[in-house]
């Protein structure tokens, strides 16, 4: 079955410590994005990659950094300068930039302890 | 610039009565629209989407909204709920570009009683 993979489900961190999420996609899509989701808001964009080996920044990209270095794959990293961590962080793809079509993953929900 | 605005965080319903999330929308462009549905603690999945052909768009699992350029509204609808249609409902606008260029409304939780 095709589709997007996130790992793990849910996580605890302390402060100051660093977490990697995971996203793996198998759909063969170019673009992959990075959401947070707080209760009673949108979703807001984080990091998005459109090819391998090139990102951008979203609206909310501090504390956070990502990596694409293959086409599958777009882990976020959450860092200790991230003030306030804790929230429902969501993965997404499209098969090419220039579309509002995302395929989602299943989510990872954070906690700072 | 452009927004989208949910006008409600919460609908009820009973089972087998009509559905409607309403969504007002401002955009500089011609905008595409789309709604999206998440069950708990479950990522997002695509309803329908508008990118300016038939104003009357159908979806899955019977919804379907309709454009209004007049009023900038892209209501969702659905003659009947069921149980299964609880979940939280977002509307989206994307100006011509990039998915980096969506904006998410602040989602409607819709509750469906027995």
Redesign the interface.
């Given at each position: 079955d095709g589709g997007?993979t996130?790992s793990p489900k849910y996580l605890f961190r302390k402060e100051g410590q660093n977490v990697t999420l995971s996203c793996e996609q198998n759909l063969n899509h170019d673009?992959m994005?990075w959401y947070r989701q707080d209760p009673?808001?949108?979703?807001?964009?984080i990091y998005?990659s459109?090819i391998v080996n090139d990102f951008?920044k979203?609206d909310i990209a501090e504390g956070y950094s990502v990596s694409r270095e293959k086409k599958e794959s777009f882990p976020l990293t959450v860092t200790s300068a991230q003030k306030n961590p804790t929230a429902?962080y969501?993965c997404?793809s499209?098969p090419h930039?220039?579309?509002?079509?995302?395929f989602?993953?299943?989510?990872s929900?954070l906690t700072v302890l | 610039a452009q927004s989208v605005t949910q006008l409600d965080s919460h609908v009820s319903v009973s089972e087998g009565t009509p559905v409607l999330l309403r969504c007002n929308y401002s955009s500089s462009y011609s905008p595409s629209l789309f709604w999206y549905v998440q069950h708990p603690n479950k990522g997002l999945q695509l309803l329908l989407k508008y990118t300016s052909a038939a104003t009357l768009v159908k979806g899955i699992n019977g919804f379907e909204a309709e454009f209004k350029k007049s009023e900038t509204s892209f209501h969702l609808t659905k003659p009947s709920a069921h149980m299964s249609d609880a979940a939280e409902y977002f509307c989206v606008v994307r100006q011509s570009g990039s998915a980096r260029q969506l904006t998410f409304g602040s989602g409607t939780q819709l509750t469906v009683l027995p």
């Open positions: 997007i996130q673009a994005y009673g808001q949108g979703l807001r964009l998005y459109q951008q979203g429902f969501l997404a499209s930039r220039d579309t509002g079509e995302l989602f993953g299943e989510g929900r | -």
